[in-house]
């Protein structure tokens, strides 16, 4: 047999195909793959939990804002609930004394008023108005009683 | 294409490890799938001995080609509920594994323009001139361009067909065996000037 027969044929690489891999070198392979696999899975775990953890918490947290929050505010009274009789635009905030209207310009001080602010004064609600009418004080004052 | 029952075709025992797979391979699929980690080390072992070899032979290393095997391994866990057959296992880890051994074909170019020591497994008996036809063979493939080296890796020493190495390495038939021949006919060449 000549010294290079092995090369004389198309397939010069059968002689890499009879060999074996090793064993020490397959097993760190294996126990590399299970190791990384481990590994993962306790990570893996670990997230699930603290997710978990996290979620039950937010959750009970909002239960307690829920249960222990302050009282729920009483409904604003707004201008649409206040019954226009109530409305008492003929008074000055500063002077506190009537403003003399006549009968239609009270009406349409009335129709026209917009709620600009609200503040409370013991049990009442005094609605901050604006009449938008020339000559009428911009700062009127209505006073009702709220949510009645 | 692929044959999964006749994966594991190595020549010589191996010491330490059971040769005989209990389980079919789709029941082991199966139950990897459910998340039975003794079905999957079953089921890993019919692959990884082709995916160290495979490996070794594209980077001339055998300590990196256990990390590119272990990688692909560890990914193919990742990934296994994408696999309905056992069928699919095969061409999937071939192409991973590919991959791999490009990037770190890669990542070795920017350090050294020099090729690596090609390293064969040691061998507790056997003929010394052999052992170095091989060693001169591994160092032969380190010469070749990668996808050359990709493609009769593929070719002549899994023996896949040119339409299953085209597609593990997502070029046409044609052009597998083109690259094949070219990879040959470099091989014998180089080794011829060697001798």
Redesign the interface.
């Known amino acids: 047999m000549k010294?290079?027969d092995?090369?004389d044929h198309?397939?010069?690489?059968a002689?890499?195909?009879?060999?074996?891999?090793?064993?020490d070198?397959?097993?760190?392979?294996?126990a590399?793959?299970?190791e990384?696999?481990s590994t993962?899975q306790t990570h893996f775990v670990w997230w699930r939990i603290m997710l978990a953890a996290a979620a039950a918490g937010l959750a009970g947290l909002a239960i307690l804002t829920w249960r222990l929050g302050p009282e729920p505010k009483m409904p604003t009274p707004t201008l649409a609930r206040i019954p226009v009789p109530q409305l008492m635009v003929n008074r000055s905030v500063m002077t506190e004394r009537p403003i003399r209207l006549k009968p239609m310009a009270k009406t349409r001080a009335v129709r026209q008023t917009r709620l600009i602010g609200k503040y409370q004064v013991g049990e009442q609600t005094v609605l901050k108005l604006s009449t938008g009418i020339a000559g009428v004080s911009l700062a009127a004052v209505s006073s009702v009683r709220s949510s009645e | 294409m692929f044959s999964t029952t006749a994966v594991p075709k190595f020549a010589g025992p191996i010491s330490g490890f059971a040769e005989s797979i209990p389980d079919p391979p789709a029941e082991l699929l199966v139950r990897a799938k459910t998340g039975d980690q003794t079905a999957f080390e079953q089921l890993i072992r019919l692959f990884d001995r082709q995916l160290i070899r495979l490996s070794c032979r594209m980077l001339g290393q055998l300590s990196d080609a256990e990390d590119v095997a272990q990688e692909s391994l560890v990914r193919f866990h990742a990934n296994l509920r994408r696999f309905d057959s056992v069928d699919e296992i095969a061409p999937w880890l071939y192409r991973v594994a590919i991959h791999l051994c490009r990037d770190q074909i890669k990542r070795r170019s920017r350090w050294s323009n020099e090729l690596p020591e090609a390293t064969v497994p040691s061998r507790t008996e056997g003929d010394l001139e052999v052992d170095q036809r091989r060693a001169l063979l591994m160092r032969a493939l380190q010469r070749l361009p990668e996808r050359e080296r990709a493609a009769i890796l593929l070719r002549d020493l899994e023996g896949l067909t040119a339409e299953a190495a085209g597609e593990i390495l997502g070029v046409s038939a044609a052009t597998v065996r083109v690259q094949v021949a070219s990879a040959r006919a470099k091989l014998k060449l180089w080794l011829e000037q060697k001798l």
């Open positions: 010294q290079h092995w090369l198309d397939d010069p690489l002689l890499l195909r009879e060999e074996s891999v090793p064993a070198s397959l097993a760190r392979v294996r590399g793959v299970a990384r696999i993962h």
